[in-house]
């Protein structure tokens, strides 16, 4: 007996629900901003300067996230974003990163789905930001690791390979 369309059609689009968001990626070229890569509203990448937050601003921008942990930058980039009229918030996750938390899963997902607009989220190099940004796609929106991983290391994601797969509870690299 061979199955109907209708559960055929079922499958598919239950198939395709579990896969999570489809996203694509773009590097782009921000000047003060190293490692620019456009993924849907969210533009990931290393520490912007305060030029670059200004042509964010511009730009439409209302959210700044960073993952830089405290004391890693010379210079007070709350202070520069708030002047420009958007929101900085911060998901600190001090280098090296051993873990990735719960609270940072949490916190993420807030920033994602309060923000009115694109989010520029960065770290130093893209890498941290990248690593957070994959566990979440695959917690929160249900996105395939493999998925997630692979956008991941094409926004910077590195150094941070071996902790989000054992957040997802995938073996290490060898």
């Known amino acids: 007996m061979r199955p109907s369309v209708t559960i055929l059609l079922l499958a598919s689009l239950n198939l395709a629900a579990c896969s999570g968001p489809k996203i694509t990626t773009t590097p782009i070229e921000v000047d003060g901003m190293e490692n620019s ?3 849907g509203d969210l533009l990931i990448g290393s ?3 305060a030029e ?3 042509h964010f601003a511009d730009e439409g921008y209302r959210v700044i ?3 830089r942990g405290e004391g890693e930058l010379q210079w007070d980039e709350k ?7 958007m929101q900085f918030i ?3 996750m001090p280098g090296p990163v051993t873990e990735i938390t719960d609270e940072q899963i949490e916190r993420f997902d807030d920033v994602i789905n309060s923000a009115d607009g694109p989010v520029v989220l960065h770290c130093g190099s893209g890498n941290r930001v990248s690593g957070l940004w994959a566990v979440w796609l695959v917690e ?3 996105m395939k690791p493999s998925t997630a991983i ?3 290391e094409k926004t910077g994601m590195k150094g941070i390979r071996a902790v989000v797969l054992q957040r997802l509870g995938l073996p290490p690299e060898e």
């Open 90 to 92: 911060s998901i600190p």
């Open 47 to 49: 520490q912007p300067s």
């Open 150 to 152: 692979g956008l991941a």
């Open 65 to 67: 996230l960073s993952t």
């Open 37 to 39: 890569v456009l993924a």
């Open 79 to 85: 202070a520069v974003v708030d002047s420009l009229g």
């Open 52 to 54: 670059a937050l200004s």
């Open 140 to 142: 929160k929106e249900g």
